[in-house]
């Protein structure tokens, strides 16, 4: 139960490309066919290692259908991690990641982490985006990207892990304020003191280099 | 007061004016004054107006403040006067001591001018806007204002919050506010705002409003604390009442955890204060949102496990047997208790170990039934023992087993008091209410349970001296027809239904006595009272019960039997209609609801929630049976014969694909381990083949030695045996060879002065053959002797 660090996540996107799948593969392992359309915002949570700390995942899968959007943007400012998902089997869904992404940095603390996820590989035939375009788009964007399937659970843990990975190498770095709780970080009530000077160190080492 | 200094100020003699015509002065110098002081003096002065005047400053003002809220951002002592005025205008909680009447007219004026100021979201969002001041005169106010407009019109006020950006974020942060009046007056607001709007529930819990508020609690002094202590309590109830998803998020954040130090109560309980009752009782009340009955089961399962293995469980227990506490917190722990074990089989094991701290220890489940079959107990605390013992039984297999056990002859313990005991006292007791929750406690000791519905067929009960004892079945008939009140026959005709439903052998038990069908045939058919309506429906249950899970072993009562006896007697549609009886009753849904008992009153305990769970399951199946005609049966008993042989064939088949499947995993066996055994002696066989290839290859070398050695000379094969080296060897050769030529010299040598001492001797013989003879003789010998040593 205890954890070292926590972190929110929110999970945004069109209606219907898979988010709750996404989530619900991540935390039960399993999928759901069928489309149960998600009404407001739903949560699940999971603990996960990184670097040999255990962190714990709270995440909020959000309604994708425009009339919910109002709703969603609350969830923005106490998120550390925001999974963007498209489907591509349906190129309208990455037609709108631009609104999607400028509705997050609006409302979003600057340094959300957010992942670029093409959910869906699994339907390689009915492809209407190609990679390319998404890494281009991510890569436009200053985001991370990955094409996951949340049925076969392609790169799902891969999506959620890294994006861990990223807040985490952030907190190193000295970038997020861990002590204010509206960043959608926490520490954990365990957390080892002891270890602190050390990440600081291992951080200030890396903050040297970017400044030197 | 600041009104008479500000507006009779400037007017000499003169009518006094009319309050509204002294507002709309003041409403015209606040939309009119340039200078600020001007505008302040009015606000003000229609602020001390605001609630003598409410209607008058309502109208006529209501647009000019909220100008001023518009345009005087800067000046907070405006912002303030214009904020309390229209929370006096909309706020109906400052009107005390009045008529019914009068209230509802004040109540009519909030709600119209909430409307009024909602009429425009952008006024909402004003506030909104007007809360992040910091300010405690703009933020109090405006705190209370937007409190009072939720109170007036939640819904549609939440749905402007809702849709403002950071709407929900920004009134969070008032519980972060280091003045303690906005803080608690936060918790009030947001009360207001959480109330029944499940999307505004979780971006409130989203901003870690469960962290907060247990900080909250806990800086307060958990449930020695005071009314805010109460606030967060209703909010955290408010966050998480029918919402799955927090309800997900509390337990997920290990917030259940912290709910264990609240019951911690010390031995003596006795003096606790209102306030603190109140508390418990909503700390109560939060454990049982998170294990309530209508919450998914896998939710319910998982938060009760938590709670064992936190020791909440545990704590709550500890509760249940102190000493001094309140009799309603005491009813209500037992309610949660009750929802903390059901279903749960760790649970109600460890529940089953509770024992009561008397002399001797008793276990906590014989405490309390003690109490349920106590006329003198209060009703509702009576009430909960009863759902406590349920949820006890609930999917408990093992704990019915228990119970039934303490009335079994072979298992029964005649030196203490056990719960069987104290049901059947309270079954056959003079008190209806004891009758009724023994029958329906005992009913749900056979829920779903084949084997102790046989096993309670052997009960048998010890009557007046001399007399043979009855069975507890026959007894329970017995009194029944004895015409008792409504409340006992109603309580043991659901604990017969339940009983010999889905149990023949019981049906059989139950026709074996002869009076028992007439006495059914004549309560159904009879045209009783609007009281007895009830009664008549499970008598016509019970009959049907009797002919639907009939095994036609009694001759005189077999379905067909029981059935004529129907048509005859009552007639199929009177059955039907007296069936209906039961569905029909008023108090019938109320307990199909929830599983909890609860009603209004002692009276109105009729029926049981499993109850209703069985009468829908049956209601259908009896009609058809009862309808259909014995021609018709006969066909269906034809089909299932064939149907049965059907499934006789597939058995035999499946027994034989299954035996099949058994020998052929024997052979696979079989042949599995004759294949190792194979490969084993093929490995040994190879082994030896290649030992004896090794054996002849040695043997051709040794042949080979043999006769190189043959030609080569002994004394090698000899020196060899010795194990000398050979240069060792060599060396001694030459040494050997050495002193040979030594000793050959020296036989020279030697035999050289042999001839000497030869020819010496003969010259000397023949030089004389004197006296002096043996001189002479010696003389040589010693010569001889000196040339050895000096020559070596």
């Known amino acids: ?212 | 007061m600041n009104f008479f200094r500000g507006v009779m100020g400037g007017q000499t003699a003169g009518p006094q004016p009319s309050g509204a015509e002294t507002i709309q002065k003041l409403c015209d110098r606040v939309a009119s004054s340039t200078l600020l002081e001007d505008r302040r003096d009015a606000v003000r002065a229609l602020k001390s107006l605001s609630k003598k005047y409410r209607m008058e400053v309502g109208t006529q003002a209501m647009d000019h403040l909220i100008n001023i809220l518009q345009t005087d951002r800067s000046d907070s002592e405006i912002l303030g006067y214009a904020l309390d005025t229209l929370y006096n205008v909309i706020s109906n909680d400052e009107e005390e001591e009045q008529d019914e009447n009068a209230q509802k007219q004040a109540d009519d004026l909030g709600t119209q001018f909430t409307e009024k100021f909602i009429q425009d979201p952008e006024h909402i969002t004003l506030l909104l806007t007007l809360l992040e001041e910091f300010d405690f005169h703009v933020r109090w106010p405006g705190v209370k204002l937007l409190t009072a407009l939720l109170k007036n019109q939640g819904v549609q006020v939440q749905g402007i919050i809702l849709v403002s950006p950071m709407g929900v974020s920004r009134l969070m942060d008032l519980l972060a506010d280091s003045r303690e009046v906005i803080r608690n007056d936060g918790l009030l607001l947001l009360q207001q705002l959480t109330k029944g709007n499940a999307a505004i529930q979780k971006i409130v819990a989203f901003e870690n409003a469960f962290e907060r508020l247990l900080d909250i609690i806990t800086e307060e002094g958990s449930s020695d604390g005071g009314i805010v202590v109460e606030d967060c309590l209703l909010l955290l109830l408010n966050l998480l009442k029918n919402n799955s998803s927090n309800q997900n998020f509390f337990k997920e954040g290990s917030y259940i955890q912290r709910m264990k130090p609240w019951f911690e109560v010390g031995d003596d309980n006795s003096g606790w204060s209102a306030q603190k009752v109140t508390n418990l009782h909503l700390m109560l009340q939060l454990v049982r949102v998170m294990v309530s009955p209508v919450n998914s089961p896998g939710a319910t399962a998982s938060c009760q496990k938590c709670m064992y293995q936190c020791g909440l469980l545990q704590q709550l227990c500890t509760i249940l047997m102190a000493t001094g506490v309140p009799a309603d917190i005491l009813t209500e722990t037992i309610n949660t208790v009750s929802e903390v074990i059901r279903g749960s089989q760790v649970n109600q094991d460890y529940f089953t170990s509770v024992n009561a701290p008397s002399n001797p220890p008793r276990p906590a489940i014989v405490v309390l039934l003690m109490s349920m079959v106590n006329e003198r107990q209060p009703f509702v605390l009576r009430c909960a023992v009863l759902y406590c013992f349920q949820c006890f039984l609930y999917k408990n297999q093992k704990g019915q087993g228990e119970i039934v056990a303490t009335l079994l002859p072979s298992t029964i313990d005649a030196n203490s008091i056990s719960a069987g005991q104290l049901l059947c006292g309270g079954l056959f007791s003079a008190d209806s209410l004891s009758n009724w929750c023994a029958a329906v406690a005992l009913a749900h000791t056979l829920q779903d349970n084949l084997t102790q519905k046989e096993q309670l067929l052997r009960v048998q009960l010890a009557t007046s001296l001399g007399k043979p004892p009855v069975s507890l079945l026959q007894q329970c008939t017995n009194i029944l027809s004895q015409g008792s009140k409504v409340q006992t026959r109603v309580g043991l005709l659901m604990l017969l239904c339940t009983w010999i439903s889905n149990c023949p052998i019981a049906v059989t038990h139950f026709l074996h006595n002869q009076d028992n069908v007439p006495f059914l045939t004549a309560q159904i058919s009879e045209n009783l009272g609007e009281d007895e309506r009830l009664v008549q429906g499970l008598c016509a249950l019970l009959l049907g019960i009797c002919i639907y899970y009939n095994d036609n072993s009694l001759e005189n009562y077999t379905k067909e039997k029981l059935k004529q006896l129907i048509e005859k007697r009552i007639g199929k549609e009177n059955f039907v209609e007296k069936l209906g009886f039961i569905t029909k009753h008023e108090l019938y849904s109320r307990a199909a609801l929830k599983p909890q008992p609860i009603f209004p009153s002692p009276e109105q305990m009729l029926f049981d929630h499993e109850f209703t769970r069985l009468v829908k399951e049956l209601e259908g199946l009896i009609t058809k049976a009862v309808h259909k005609s014995s021609e018709e049966e006969k066909k269906e008993e034809e089909v299932k014969k064939t149907l049965e042989q059907h499934d006789n064939i597939v058995t035999q088949y499946k027994e034989l694909i299954r035996e099949q499947d058994v020998q052929i995993q024997e052979l696979k066996e079989k042949v599995s381990s004759m294949t190792t055994q194979t490969e084993q002696l093929q490995a040994t066989v190879s082994q030896q083949q290649s030992q004896i290839q090794q054996h002849k290859d040695q043997y051709n070398i040794l042949k080979l030695k043999l006769g190189k050695e043959n030609q080569s000379q002994s004394s090698q094969g000899d020196t060899q045996v010795n194990g000398l080296q050979t240069e060792e060897l060599a060396q001694l050769r030459e040494e050997l060879e050495e002193l040979r030529r030594q000793q050959k010299l020296l036989q020279t040598q030697l035999s050289e002065k042999d001839v000497q001492i030869d020819s010496l001797v003969s010259s000397m013989a023949m030089l004389s053959c004197s006296n002096d003879f043996n001189f002479y003789f010696l003389h040589p010998l010693f010569v001889l002797f000196h040339y050895t040593i000096s020559s070596s």
């Not at chain 1, 963007?84 to 999607?100: A, G, M, P, Q, S």
């Not at chain 1, 699994?122 to 399937?149: Q, Y």
């Not at chain 1, 952030?170 to 709780?181: A, L, S, T, W, Y």
Request: hydrophobic share 35%; glycine share 10%; net charge negative.
């Open chain 1, 1 to 212: 139960m205890a954890y070292a660090y926590l972190f929110k996540y929110i999970i945004i996107g069109d209606t219907g490309v898979g988010k709750s799948c996404l989530l619900l593969q991540f935390t039960d392992k399993r999928f759901q066919p069928v489309h149960d359309l998600t009404i407001g915002v739903e949560f699940g949570a999971r603990m996960i290692t990184i670097d040999g700390k255990q962190i714990k995942l709270q995440i909020w899968d959000t309604a994708g259908q425009e009339s919910f959007r109002s709703i969603t943007r609350s969830y923005y400012r106490g998120a550390a991690g925001a999974l963007l998902v498209y489907d591509i089997t349906r190129r309208d869904t990455f037609n709108h990641l631009t609104t999607w992404l400028e509705d997050a940095r609006q409302h979003s603390n600057s340094n959300m982490v957010i992942m670029l996820i093409g959910n869906k590989s699994d339907l390689e035939s009915r492809r209407e985006v190609k990679k390319e375009e998404g890494e281009a788009f991510a890569r436009e964007h200053g985001l991370i990207f990955m094409e996951t399937s949340a049925k076969t659970a392609s790169n799902v843990e891969e999506a959620f892990i890294n994006t861990a990975k990223e807040i985490y190498e952030k907190i190193q770095e000295g970038v997020f304020d861990i002590n204010n709780e509206a960043n959608g970080i926490k520490i954990g009530p365990q957390h080892p003191t002891t270890n602190s000077p050390l990440s600081t160190s291992q951080g200030g080492q890396h903050a040297g280099g970017g400044c030197c």
